[in-house]
């Protein structure tokens, strides 16, 4: 009941290369990376936007203040 050996991983790596080729495996590969660079990308921005958002709230508030005190002015 052991796991799965290192001649075993050979073997299925190399019916892998048999059936799909090198060419398709690097696409595989370089399509997984840019998934990956852009799942870490839209995290940091995920992360980012909370503070901005606030921001941008605040200022929105302070704008339509102020528009509203103009209104009644007038």
């Known amino acids: ?3 799965i050996s290192i001649w ?3 073997i299925i790596l190399g019916i892998v ?3 799909f080729g090198t060419k398709k495996l ?3 590969g370089a399509d997984l990376g840019g998934a990956i660079r852009g799942f ?7 992360e980012q936007a909370p503070a ?6 605040k200022n929105s508030t302070v704008i339509e203040g102020e528009a509203t ?6």
């Open 52 to 57: 901005e958002k606030q921001l941008e709230e």
């Open 8 to 10: 075993q991983l050979v």
């Open 17 to 19: 290369l048999l059936l």
């Open 26 to 28: 690097r696409n595989v």
């Open 40 to 46: 870490k990308k839209a995290m940091r921005e995920e």
């Open 69 to 74: 005190k103009e209104k009644e002015k007038a």
């Open 1 to 3: 009941m052991g796991g």
